[in-house]
Structure formats: structure tokens, C-alpha cells
């Protein structure tokens, strides 16, 4: 019987390990409702100092950022919203295109009596930003921009032709029906195909994340920031023109098994004074696949001065 007893403690040991919990937040933070641009923006602000904005993307929420957040809430004043219509954020209308999103990021910023701000982002948080930057070239010092393209800028016409981004059209009535009651089905396919072991997107996070994109009008929202990815290219290109190429710092970065170098040609065609870096043993979800060698390479970036 002690021996049974000792198995099982040691087999119920072993389980806790492997089912590795999302890393939290540090209590330094709080949860704000932010009404800004006609809509209600989720967010979470901790820490003193200059201001950083960290922006998620598609399939997760700002929730993906608490290890950056937890490191650089020494230091800066970290602000992390939810994109307009995900996670915790209100389901707004529409409002979907990245520049109507960028008026979102300014709104939050202006509640906060934030002037002056890095800008971090991540996937469709890329798009955010880079809108966000190019209208607001005064008010963002730098600007880090992970693994995903931008609609209108660089390859983006060769980009879209790659068969494993099918789903930038998926969408619509039908579709969101089809996924209705599967959201786990459908989000598993993103975190498996685009990490490079998708054993590093943990059952934790994978729970985590579905719960939030279950919630009624989640999908929805989901779907429709990209069914406004042609209309973002329009607007990219427009802006491109409008106020030329970005001033301030940025760092490209790229998974080392998904973008890669890419973010940097990507970001050349839209920046002067761009700084190329690539995640080690990652592939697109950085933050949960190598967050130490993530941190390793932003934080850098915005202590070094301008």
C-alpha cells in the first residue's frame, strides 16, 4: 500500500508538471474598460515609467503577453487591450479595418494621458500597429513588429498566395455556423500548423483561449478582422503614400520556423531604420513557444536609447 500510495503521488506530481499553466500576470497590474472610438476596449495597465503598448493577434488575446509584461512592468508602463470585438473587449459592429483599430489604440492612450509609447505586436496586432505608427510617427518612440505580414506592404500579394493561409477567406454566416460549438477544433488547427512543436502550445493556454473565442460574437469578430484585410491593404498602401516610411526604430521579428528573416523584408519596404532578428526554435506563437528567447530580444530594443 505505501508503495501504491507513493506511485500515485508521484504519478499525480508528473500530470501537474506537463499541464503547464499560462503564465499570469503580476498583481502590479489592473483591469480597465476603456471607452475609445465608439467601442469599449479591455485593458490591463501596471508598472511606471516610459509607456509600451503590446498588441496580440488571432488566437489568443492580450493574455498571450504576461511573460514580456511581467519583465518589462519593471521599468515601463505597460498597456496591454484586448483588439476591438476579442477577448474581453466589446463585440463592436464592425470597425474591423486595422486603421478604424489604430483610432482604437489612440483612444486608449489618450484616456491614460499617455503622450509618447513603444509599440510591441504580434500577428494581426502587427497591422494594428503599423497603421497605428504611420499615422502617429510622433508619438511612437519604436516599434517591434513579430511574425505576421502586412496588408499592402512588401510581398503582400505573394504572401497571400500561400495555401496554409486559406483561412484570411474564410468567413461568413456559413462559416461561422460550421465552426459553432467546434471553436476548439478549428483554433487547435492554427496553434498545430504553425508551431514548430505543437507540444508548446500548452492544454492550459489551448482551454484558455477557446473558452474566451466561444463566447457569443467572438468568432465573428475573429473572422471579421480578416475580412478586412483587403480593405487594409488599401489603407496601407494609402498611408505608405500619404506620410512615407516609418522613422522610428523598428525591430523586425520572425520565428525561426515560420517568418523569419521575412518580417524584415516585409518592414523594409515601409521603414528607413529597421533592426532584423529571428526567435530561435519557434515557430509563429512566440510567447508560448520560446518566451525567454522572445524577451531576450525586445527588451533589448527599448532600453536602447534613441
Known amino acids: 500500500m505505501p508503495r501504491l500510495v507513493l506511485w500515485l503521488i508521484a504519478a499525480v506530481a508528473f500530470a ?33 515609467g516610459p509607456a509600451v503598448v503590446l498588441l496580440h493577434g488571432y488566437g489568443e488575446t492580450g493574455d498571450m ?29 464592425g470597425g474591423y479595418d486595422k486603421k478604424t483599430q489604430a483610432g482604437d489604440v489612440a483612444g486608449v492612450l489618450d484616456a491614460l494621458k499617455i503622450d509618447k ?27 517591434v513588429l513579430i511574425d505576421a505580414p502586412v496588408p499592402g506592404i512588401g510581398p503582400w500579394e505573394e504572401i497571400l498566395k500561400n495555401p496554409l493561409l ?25 496553434w498545430n ?9 500548452t492544454e492550459d493556454a489551448r482551454a484558455h483561449y477557446a473558452a474566451l473565442y466561444a463566447r457569443p460574437g467572438a468568432m465573428h469578430a475573429g473572422f471579421e478582422q480578416f475580412h478586412a484585410f483587403d480593405q487594409d491593404a488599401v489603407d496601407d498602401k494609402a498611408l505608405l503614400a500619404q506620410y512615407g516610411k516609418l522613422t522610428m526604430p523598428v525591430l523586425a521579428l520572425g520565428g525561426e520556423k515560420s517568418f523569419g528573416p521575412m518580417m524584415a523584408t516585409v518592414m523594409r519596404a515601409a521603414a528607413d531604420n529597421v533592426t532584423e532578428g529571428v526567435v530561435p526554435a519557434s515557430g509563429h506563437w512566440i510567447m508560448e513557444e520560446n518566451p525567454q528567447a522572445t524577451i531576450a530580444l525586445v527588451r533589448p530594443f527599448l532600453d536602447k536609447p534613441l
Open 166 to 190: 486559406w483561412h484570411f477567406r474564410f468567413g461568413g454566416p456559413d462559416m461561422e455556423r460550421l465552426v459553432a460549438g467546434r471553436e476548439r477544433i478549428y483554433l487547435d488547427r492554427f
Open 65 to 93: 503577453w504576461a511573460p514580456l509584461a511581467a519583465d518589462l512592468v519593471r521599468d515601463h508602463t505597460v498597456v496591454v487591450p484586448d483588439l476591438r470585438g476579442m477577448g474581453l473587449s466589446a463585440r463592436a459592429a
Open 16 to 48: 501537474g508538471a506537463a499541464h503547464a499553466e499560462m503564465p499570469a500576470f503580476p498583481a502590479a497590474f489592473r483591469i480597465q474598460e476603456i471607452a475609445a472610438n465608439g467601442t469599449t476596449i479591455h485593458v490591463r495597465v501596471g508598472g511606471h
Open 117 to 143: 509609447t513603444d509599440v510591441v505586436a504580434h500577428d494581426i496586432g502587427n497591422m494594428v500597429a503599423y497603421s497605428f505608427a504611420v499615422q502617429n510617427q510622433k508619438r511612437v518612440t519604436r516599434l
Open 193 to 201: 500548423e504553425f508551431s514548430a512543436n505543437p507540444a508548446n502550445f
